[in-house]
């Protein structure tokens, strides 16, 4: 009869962990083309704060596979999670689209209760480059992480930059280990709080081992 009472307690906690919360399909309000989904926590609250965690999609993905890829591990860690869908260029802000996710995250932080101190932004691949560049002209994010990007621009000189963390991984099979090695050493050379890491037996994806070293990076932040 224990025995059974355990397991179900523990049954319950597993259905609790993986339910997922409905995702929201949003517009901006000043700019109606430009839409986003975002997941809430499974247990939202007006009346407490929650940690955000953009995900941007690579060259050719979609708002919708970020929800899929990053949605069990935001609602985990009870992150409000946010997914831009952006237009062919994105990655090098040829639209303005650094100013399109902050009027995102300006609506988000009026609709919800947002711990803004705590706002973090990972992309993989064209959503890396993406990251990388927002960080560089918007340093108030806690936190950006950097996955496989095939490009990467040198930072500018500004002291502010390195107030932000970055974590860079990459897959040690994937043909772009050498930029971002490149990467990391520009970073830590010019005195960024800069982590990096590379998983073995991972090519050019977004594996399930990358995105748990990256909840783990943040988590470690989170609780600084």
Not at 100 to 123: M, P, R
Not at 167 to 185: A, C, M, N, Q, T
């Amino acid at each position: 009869m224990k025995k059974n009472i355990i397991f179900l307690c523990m049954f319950l906690i597993s259905q609790d962990i993986f339910a997922q919360s409905e995702t929201l399909e949003r517009v901006l309000r000043n700019d109606p083309a430009q839409k986003y989904l975002i997941q809430l926590p499974r247990h939202y609250t007006a009346q407490a704060a929650f940690p955000v965690l953009i995900a941007v999609h690579w060259h050719s993905g979609t708002a919708e596979q970020q929800i899929n890829e990053w949605g069990f591990l935001a609602q985990k860690d009870s992150y409000i999670l946010i997914c831009p869908q952006f237009l062919e260029g994105y990655q090098r802000l040829e639209r303005g689209e650094d100013k399109k996710l902050l009027a995102i995250i300006d609506e988000v932080n009026a609709d919800f209760s947002v711990d803004s101190d705590n706002i973090y932004l990972v992309g993989f691949s064209g959503g890396a480059q993406f990251a990388l560049r927002f960080a560089y002209k918007h340093p108030f994010l806690k936190a950006v992480c950097i996955l496989s990007p095939g490009e990467f621009d040198p930072p500018p000189r500004s002291e502010q930059l390195k107030s932000v963390k970055y974590f860079i991984g990459v897959g040690e099979g994937d043909s772009r280990l050498p930029v971002v090695k490149r990467l990391y050493g520009v970073l830590d050379k010019k005195g960024f709080d800069v982590s990096f890491e590379s998983f073995p037996l991972v090519g050019h994806s977004l594996h399930s081992n990358i995105k748990s070293a990256v909840m783990k990076f943040l988590r470690a932040i989170y609780s600084q």
